[in-house]
């Protein structure tokens, strides 16, 4: 496993930690001009919510991979944050803001994996 799937793993670990819903992983390694190889989609049920799975997220990454994002957009908001980790990107929403936007839709040739919810 590469680098960037460990990334992903991880990023995955540190959503689940704090009830994250609904994980997407998008792979985008085999679209042209995609900006990341991956997005990682997922929701929250509050704001206070998102900002802890945000928190969850860069904490696991740091402590196991020594990783820092290159920029964290939306907190305070926390309607939609997102994490940007270069190769990987994470996308925190609330569940109408991810209807809203649906990236999941954008790119009819990448792979999608649905990760199930933790009870």
Known sequence: MGITETLVKTITKGIQEKKGQDITII???HIDGA???Y???CQGNSPTQIEAIAGS???MV???LS?????????GNNQWVAIDYSDV????FMPETREYYNLETLWEDAKLTNIPNLD
Do not use: Q, T, W, Y
């Open 27 to 29: 792979d985008l390694k």
């Open 35 to 37: 900006i990341a190889k």
């Open 39 to 41: 997005f990682i989609i």
């Open 57 to 59: 997220i860069s904490d």
């Open 62 to 64: 740091r402590e196991e």
């Open 67 to 75: 990783e820092k994002p290159i920029n964290v957009a939306g907190l």
């Open 89 to 92: 990107l994470v996308h925190i």
